[in-house]
C-alpha cells in the first residue's frame, strides 16, 4: 500500500482519543520518542505529537499496525508481535526494527509496553519507538571494518604483531635501561598465523605471550637499542635467521613504538620474509660480479677486491697483481671454432684455482684471453715470479676438447705493490707493460720495469725527444765489421744506431730502441736507419768497397707493409742492389706472429735481401721452426759466445749450433767475439763469421774507409753481391 493510498483511507476513520488517557496526552508529547498506543484489538487509539508529525498526513487512529506503517520490514509479523505482547501482558524492549523509507532504510528502537486497567487486565499495548538508524549503520560499518581489518591481518602477507609493555616504561630513564626493561616486559599479544610461520610454527596462539627476545623476534639487543634511539621505530630493519635446514631467511621489520604521557605502551609492527628478494637481488650481484663464461670474477670484482686488499694492507706487507694473456688464443678460436675456445677458457678457471690453492687471493677473467690474479700476500718478489711460473705451467698443460688435445702459453706480466705503485690502476697498467714485454720477449712471465714502459715519465720525455732527434739529426749510424773466418776477410758491417742528445748526452740504443718499438716511432726511425745504411752503402760501392750491411728490424717493423715498398723505392733510387743488404730479427720478433712474418719474409727476400735470426739462444723457438722460414742467416747471441771460452756449456751450445745451422743449410754468424781465443775456437768449430770488440768496436760511417785501408782488410763479397755489383766491385 502507497503512503496516498493509506492517506486517503484513514481520513475516513474518525479520531478517538480515550477521554481517560486525555491527561497522558500532554506527557506523551513532550517524550522525544515515538509513541503509538494500540488497544487490546490492535488498532490505534493514541499517538503523540512526535508520531504525528512523523505520519502528518495520517489520522493514526483505528489503524492497524499494518495499514499504518506498511514501509515496516513484515508489517503483519510486528502486528502478530503487537498482539502476541497484548495477550501475554510481557514487554519486549528494545527490539530492532526496520523500516524502508524515502528509498532507504531507517532502523527503531521499539518498546513494546502492555498497559492495564485496574483489574490488571492488559488493555492495550504502547509502541514506543526511537530512531537508531545512525548508530545501527555506524555499528554495522565498524563491524565490517572490524571484520575487514581481521581478514587483512589473517590474510597479510607480513606477519602482524603487537607488543604490550607491561607496565609501560618511563621514556626518560637512560637507553640502557629502557632496553632491559623491554626485555623483561613487552610480551607478544597479539599477531597473525604469518609471524607464527615465520617461526617454523602454525598458529598465532603458538607464540601469544612470548617475551620479545626469546622468540627472536627483535633478536638482538643492539636491535632493541636502536629501536629506542631512533625515536621508537624501525624502517626496513633487515636481520636474518638460520633455519634449521641451516638456509637463511632475510627478514624486514617495521615498527612504531607507541609512547602516552611519557612512556612506551606497545609496539606495533610487521615482519616481512625477504628472502627470495634477498636472493634475487644476490643474484642480480653476483651476475654483476661475474663473467658468465668462466664463473670466475670480472673485472668490476676484481677492482674492488685489490683496493680492500689494498685498504688493509700492513705497511710491509708486499701484494702481486698478474696479469695473464693467452699467446695465440685466436688461433684455437680460428682452427677449432669459438665453442673449443670457449671451453678451452672454461678449463682455465679451475686450473688456475687449484694453483692457488688456500693462498689467499682472487682470479678473475678480464674479458677475451685475459685472466688476472691478485695475491694480497706474497714474500718476495722471487716468490711472485715462482707463483706466476706455477700458474704458467698449468696454462702450458695439454687441453682435451672433445677428443682433440691442444696446447696454449701465455704472458704473464706482475706488478707489485708497494714496490712498484699503489693504486689499482697503475698496479693493472704496470702489469700490462710487463705482460706486453713478456709477450714480445716470449719470456712467459715478466715483472715489470719501467725500463719497459712507454708510459714512465723518463721514456715519455725520451719519446718526445725522439721524434725531434729523428728530424733534427741528433741520431748517427755505427757500423761493425763481420769478417769472414774461412778466408779472414771483410764481410761487411752490422748498422747500429747511435742517439747523441743535445742535453743527455749519449744515449745506448737499448734505452731508446725498445720506447721507439712501443709507440709508431719506431717507423720513421728504421726508415731513417734503412736510407742511412743504403746511402752508405751506395757510397762504398761507389769507392769499390763491395760489403754487405746489416740492419735491425723490430718486430712492428715486419707487420708494417709500407715498410717493404720504402725498402725497394730507396734501393731503386740509390742503385743498390738488394743483395747488398741482410735485415736482422729475432726470434721472438717472428714468433710473435709467425703467419705474417712469414709473408713479409718471403716480400723481402724477393728484393734479393737476405735474412738474419739475431739473439739467437735467448728465445724459446727450435732452430727446425725457423729454418721453415725464408732465413739465411743464424746470430748466437753474445751472452754464450763471449763466455764460451770459460763455460763449457755456451761452449757446447755454440758448437752444436753451428752443427746444426750448417745442416739446416744457414750460415753462422758469432757475436760478442772479444778476444782472440774466441776467435780462435770459433774458427776451429767452423763458425763462418764473427763479429766483435775483438774484430772492432762499432765506428762512424765516415772512419769505415780509413779503417779498411789501414787494417789491410781482404774484401770477401758473396757471389750474387759481386755480379750486382759489376765493375764497382774491388777483388
Ligand atoms: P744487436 O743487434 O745484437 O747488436 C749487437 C750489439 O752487441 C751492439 O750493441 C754491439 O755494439 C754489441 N757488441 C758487438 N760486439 C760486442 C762485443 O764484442 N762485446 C760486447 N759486449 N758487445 C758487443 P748496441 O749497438 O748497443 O746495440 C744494442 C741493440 O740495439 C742491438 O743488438 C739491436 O738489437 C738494437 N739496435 C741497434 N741499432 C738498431 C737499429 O737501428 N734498429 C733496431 N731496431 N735495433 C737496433
Ligand atoms: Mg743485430
Ligand atoms: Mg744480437
Not at 267 to 283: C, F, I, P, Q, S
Not at 555 to 569: G, P, S
Amino acid at each position: 500500500m502507497t503512503a496516498q493510498t493509506t492517506k486517503n483511507y484513514i481520513q475516513h476513520v474518525p479520531t478517538y482519543i480515550d477521554e481517560k488517557n486525555r491527561d497522558h496526552q500532554a506527557l506523551l508529547d513532550v517524550m522525544r520518542e515515538t509513541v503509538l498506543y494500540f488497544d487490546r484489538w490492535g488498532l490505534v487509539r493514541q499517538a503523540n505529537l512526535r508520531a504525528k508529525n512523523w505520519l502528518p498526513d495520517i489520522q493514526v487512529a483505528g489503524l492497524t499496525f499494518i495499514e499504518l506503517l506498511p514501509q515496516w520490514d513484515d508489517p503483519a509479523e510486528r502486528q502478530r508481535e503487537l498482539m502476541q505482547v497484548i495477550r501475554s501482558g510481557l514487554p519486549v524492549w528494545g527490539s530492532k526494527e526496520r523500516a524502508f523509507e524515502d528509498g532507504g532504510e531507517r532502523w527503531y528502537s521499539v518498546d513494546k509496553i502492555p498497559t492495564t486497567n485496574e483489574a490488571s487486565d492488559v488493555v492495550g499495548v504502547m509502541l514506543v519507538m526511537s530512531d537508531v538508524t545512525e548508530s545501527v549503520l555506524r555499528e554495522r560499518a565498524l563491524r565490517e571494518s572490524e571484520s575487514r581489518y581481521k581478514a587483512y591481518i589473517a590474510n597479510s602477507a607480513e606477519a602482524i604483531w603487537r607488543y604490550d609493555l607491561c607496565p609501560p616504561i618511563d621514556i626518560n630513564i637512560p637507553v640502557d635501561d629502557q632496553v632491559n626493561q623491554i626485555i623483561e616486559r613487552a610480551v607478544l599479544s597479539e599477531c597473525n598465523d604469518r609471524l607464527a610461520w615465520l617461526y617454523g610454527l602454525k598458529f598465532a596462539h603458538e607464540l601469544l605471550g612470548q617475551s620479545v627476545l626469546r622468540k627472536g623476534s627483535v633478536k638482538h639487543q643492539q636491535d632493541l637499542d636502536f629501536f629506542v634511539r631512533n625515536g621508537y621505530k624501525f624502517e626496513n630493519r633487515e636481520s636474518h635467521r638460520t633455519l634449521g635446514t641451516g638456509k637463511r631467511m632475510y627478514l624486514q621489520t617495521n615498527a612504531i613504538g607507541i609512547v602516552e604521557n611519557g612512556y612506551l605502551i606497545r609496539a606495533w609492527g610487521t615482519t616481512r620474509d625477504v628472502t627470495e628478494n634477498k636472493r634475487y637481488l644476490e643474484r642480480l650481484e653476483y651476475l654483476a660480479n661475474h663473467d658468465p663464461l668462466t664463473a670466475l670474477p670480472n673485472r668490476a670484482l676484481l677492482y674492488r677486491r685489490i683496493d680492500e686488499y689494498l685498504e688493509k694492507r700492513s705497511p710491509d706487507q708486499l701484494m702481486a697483481l698478474m696479469l695473464i694473456d693467452l699467446d695465440r688464443f685466436k688461433e684455437i678460436n680460428d682452427t677449432l671454432g669459438h665453442l673449443a675456445g670457449d671451453k678451452v677458457l672454461k678449463q682455465l678457471g679451475p686450473r688456475l684455482e687449484a694453483e692457488l690453492g688456500i693462498t689467499p687471493g682472487i682470479i678473475a677473467r678480464l674479458g677475451g684471453d685475459e685472466f688476472a690474479i691478485c695475491l694480497p700476500q706474497v714474500e718476495s718478489r722471487e716468490h711472485a715470479v715462482a707463483l706466476a711460473q706455477r700458474f704458467f705451467k698449468s696454462i702450458c698443460q695439454v687441453f682435451t676438447i672433445e677428443g682433440f688435445q691442444t696446447e696454449i702459453s701465455a704472458s704473464i706480466g706482475i706488478s707489485l705493490c708497494p714496490d712498484q705503485a699503489s693504486d689499482v690502476s697503475t698496479l693493472m697498467r704496470f702489469a700490462d707493460v710487463a705482460m706486453y714485454h713478456a709477450k714480445t720477449r716470449l719470456q712467459g712471465v715478466a715483472v715489470y720495469n719501467s725500463e719497459h714502459d712507454p708510459n714512465s715519465p723518463k721514456r715519455l720525455s725520451l719519446m718526445g725527444a725522439l721524434g725531434r732527434a729523428i728530424r733534427e739529426g741528433e741520431l748517427t749510424l755505427f757500423f761493425q765489421p763481420k769478417v769472414d773466418l774461412n778466408e779472414h776477410a771483410l764481410y761487411g758491417f752490422e748498422a747500429l744506431i747511435r742517439w747523441n742528445h743535445p742535453e743527455l748526452g749519449f744515449i745506448p740504443p737499448s734505452e731508446f730502441v725498445p720506447i721507439a718499438e712501443m709507440s709508431n716511432m719506431i717507423a720513421p726511425l728504421t726508415r731513417w736507419v734503412l736510407e742511412e745504411s743504403i746511402r752508405y752503402c751506395k757510397q762504398w760501392l761507389e769507392q769499390g768497397v763491395c760489403v754487405n750491411v746489416a740492419i735491425n728490424l723490430s718486430a712492428r717493423n715486419l707487420m708494417d707493409e709500407n715498410i717493404i715498398d720504402d725498402l725497394k723505392t730507396m734501393l731503386d733510387y740509390y742503385n743498390v742492389p738488394g743483395e747488398a743488404l741482410e735485415l736482422e730479427i729475432t726470434e721472438s720478433a717472428i714468433m710473435s706472429d709467425p703467419a705474417r712474418a712469414q709473408i713479409a719474409i718471403e716480400r723481402i727476400n724477393a728484393l734479393g735481401v737476405r735474412f738474419a735470426i739475431d739473439d739467437y739462444g735467448t728465445g724459446y723457438s727450435s732452430l727446425a721452426y725457423l729454418k721453415r722460414l725464408p732465413v739465411q742467416t743464424l746470430k748466437i747471441d753474445l751472452s754464450f759466445v763471449r763466455t764460451m771460452m770459460d763455460n763449457e756449456q755456451d761452449r757446447i751450445i755454440v758448437n752444436s749450433t753451428i752443427n746444426l745451422a750448417h745442416n739446416l743449410g744457414l750460415q753462422v754468424v758469432a757475436e760478442g767475439v772479444e778476444t782472440q781465443a774466441i776467435y780462435n775456437e770459433l774458427t776451429a768449430l767452423g763458425c763462418d763469421l764473427v763479429q766483435g770488440y775483438h774484430v772492432a768496436k762499432p765506428m762512424p760511417g765516415s772512419e769505415i774507409e780509413s779503417w779498411i785501408r789501414e787494417d789491410h782488410w781482404e774484401l770477401r763479397c758473396q757471389a750474387e753481391l759481386r755480379q750486382n755489383c759489376g765493375s764497382r766491385v774491388t777483388d
